[in-house]
């Protein structure tokens, strides 16, 4: 199961739309958010929005960053500011971040303006686009930002339908987006993680192999953190079925005759993933 190719039906229909007004709708706006992941910073990154905001000045947002290791999280900061990209980790949830969200489009916006000035448009708002891919917690950020609930929220991809302006202060517009996709994935691996994380939809992927997969992972990278959420033993090499096992055992994922649920605990694993229940954890490090 573990290296199988990845069957996914990625790439809905109304996408490709979705594409077409986001491109035309970029001639309408100063400064990109791109929203990503913090546990996957790379494979939550839509790569057609490098190609087609390159003219754009673009500030990075870390989010969910309180489910995220904190040290792989700091050392994807330090990377894109490497790289001389503004990157700021956020908790949409708690707040944390927003000031220096909003701070930094201040900072950004303050070279844009020069230009207009220049051209005799005085006092125009800076005009903001939050993008990111279905479930990163684009809306609840933007609620953040707001300091009122605007963006609709839910936790599955497409909640967010149609664009809308939000006046998040005087002098910041924000233009909402429908999360939007790309119709390919480069490699397995962030296929893999991008269904970790919930970004496609459930009707698409196979719970089983998805959790099958995601434990392999996190016992080879956080080991401790299984053995204590589940309160199992894992002996050295000891095979990913064998432990998936003992924790629907341990857990009461059970139907008659004794034999295993499946489904329950693959659901289990996977629930506990996303919503931290298993610790801070990161999928992905910064290619240095």
């Known amino acids: 199961m573990e290296n199988n190719k990845m069957n996914i039906n990625w790439y809905p229909g109304h996408m490709a739309k979705t594409k077409k007004q986001i491109i ?19 494979s939550s990154q839509n ?11 673009k500030i990075l947002v870390l989010n969910k960053s309180d489910l995220a290791d904190e040290n792989v999280t700091l050392k994807w900061i330090e990377y894109y500011k490497n790289k001389s990209i503004p990157c700021i980790q956020s908790e949409s949830n708690t ?3 927003i000031k220096e969200i909003i701070n930094q489009i201040h900072i950004e916006y303050k070279k844009i303006e020069e230009k207009y000035m220049q051209k005799g448009r005085i006092g125009r708002p800076a005009r903001v686009m939050i993008l990111g891919i279905p ?6 950020l933007i609620n953040s930002l707001a300091k009122k ?3 609709k929220v839910g936790n599955k991809p497409g909640v967010t339908k149609d664009k809308q302006w939000i006046k998040i202060d005087k ?15 480069s490699d397995d691996t962030s296929a893999l993680h991008l269904a970790y994380l919930n970004s ?27 053995e204590k959420k589940y309160d199992i033993l894992i002996g050295e090499n000891e095979e990913t079925i064998n432990i998936r096992d003992k924790i629907a055992i341990k857990k009461g994922a059970i139907i008659s005759g004794g034999k295993i649920n499946y489904q329950k605990v693959s659901e289990m694993i996977l629930n506990d993933f996303r919503t931290g229940k298993l610790g801070r954890i990161s999928l992905e490090y910064p290619k240095i």
Request: charge should be negative; aromatic fraction near 6%.
């Open 47 to 57: 790569p057609d929005v490098s190609e087609y905001c390159r003219n754009k000045t």
């Open 171 to 185: 002098n910041i517009e924000l233009m909402d987006t429908p999360g939007m996709l790309w119709p390919k994935i």
């Open 95 to 97: 707040g944390k971040g």
């Open 149 to 151: 609930s605007i963006a």
């Open 24 to 42: 035309d709708d970029l001639k309408l706006i100063d400064i990109i958010i791109e929203v990503l992941d913090a546990r996957a910073p790379r």
């Open 135 to 140: 479930n990163v917690g684009k809306s609840t």
């Open 200 to 226: 496609i939809g459930e009707n698409a992927i196979d719970n089983e192999e998805i959790s099958y997969n995601l434990l392999n992972f996190l016992v080879k990278n956080y080991k401790d953190k299984i």
